[in-house]
């Protein structure tokens, strides 16, 4: 099993302690499944073509993800020949489709999937009385037998199945458990726990895997998934809390795409992992310089822009305005950051200069454009940059240079005249 680098700083905000329910082991790895072509492109405006999809699918693997969810194949034939070029064309992760629990579904992935070195079917169906009565107007055993006969039927075209029960996170924890009691029984190979909604909160989350995984027979022998939804800004922190409670598949988008407000965002899920690493001591697959590769792609060819605030990856996640953490940065990069910006492939520190930042930035930022003020003249640029940085959002390189060309002429136009020799 290949371990991954911690990516992070060792020694900063670590802990000897670990956090119950996770294991001890180092070799302890957790999986990534990542659906941006599949649940990513439901985004309102993030539809993306073939020529997209392969070139995205071919970064994906780079990045090092262990499934991608190439779409959803009995959607519309554009989709099926997406998934079926991905299949053929990219190695490396295992390559799946999305089926509803019925055979033509079943049939559309199994047919787009199966020239893969690695397939995969992914089926679900709906397990919250509020879906069953109002989205599918059936009843409970329907449902459960539906399952059996669904998983059982994808078990006879390939040999990875996984079941999804979706809405699990609003469902009847008893029914749910009947219901991926039928999947396993039936011969599925990972069981996905969705939060399809984004409505648990961590703690109900946690206890709800770990509850399919204590009460359904043979989940021993099957990898547990999860699968959460950002509606209350708590993906990535239900995941981890599903990690917590044995889960060892992720689910998730690059940049946190997906349904409403979004999916688990894959970035802010490993480098928790990574960060925290010595308190949850586990693993992982992807190679993590290429996240900030990846998400520019994605907001490419999406056309939805990252926040700058978003973690990991957004423009402002390695910046420092403010003089205070800016002193701190310039002196050991570690009291502000708790990860490198080479880590996840972002351009490095970056100091914002802004009526906010302090002398120290201010000199840094002179002594790298190669500007040597003497001393005398450091307080008049200091007191020039500040009016400039009250009437704008930042100073940026020309307006340095700028001031100091001012300040450095000034200071020659008062110096006095040299005094003439007496003869």
Known sequence: MRAAASGADPDVGASTSSVAGIADSPDDTVEFFDTTLRDGEQS???????????????????????????????????????????????????????????????????????????????????????????????????????TAEAIAYAKTLCDAVEFSPEDAGRADPDYLC?????????????????????????????????????????????????????DLGLATANSLAGIAAGARRVEGCINGLGERAGNAAIEEVVMALRVRRPVLHLSDHLRTEELVPTSRMVERLTGIPVPPNKPVVGANAFAHASGVHQHGVLRDRRTYE?????????DGT???????????????RLDQLGVRLPADSFQACWERFLQVADTAKAVDDADLAAIAQAVLAETAAVEPAPVAPSL
Not at 201 to 216: G, H, K, N, T, W
Not at 338 to 344: H, K, L, P, Q, R
């Open 350 to 364: 970056r100091i914002v200069l802004t009526a906010r930042s302090g002398r120290h930035a201010l000199r840094h």
């Open 178 to 230: 009947e219901v991926v009691q039928a999947a396993v029984d039936a011969g599925a190979t990972v069981v996905n726990i969705p939060d399809t909604t984004g409505y648990c909160l961590p703690l109900e989350f946690s206890a709800l895997v770990a509850a399919v995984r204590r009460e359904v027979r043979g989940m021993d022998r099957v990898l547990t998934s999860v699968h959460c939804h950002d």
């Open 338 to 346: 708790i990860m490198s910006a080479a880590d996840v492939g972002a």
């Open 44 to 146: 309102p405006g993030a539809t993306l073509h073939l020529a997209d999809k392969l070139l995205l699918a071919h970064q994906l693997a780079r990045l090092g993800v262990d499934v991608i969810e190439a779409g959803f194949p009995a959607s519309s034939p554009g989709d099926f020949e997406a998934v079926r070029r991905i299949a053929r064309e990219v190695e490396g992760p295992m390559i799946t489709g999305l089926a509803r629990a019925t055979r033509s579904d079943i049939d559309a992935v199994h047919g787009a999937v199966r020239e893969a070195a690695r397939p995969l079917i992914h089926v679900f169906i709906s397990v919250s009385d509020l879906h069953i009565t109002h989205k599918l107007g059936l009843d409970r055993p329907t449902v459960t037998a539906r």
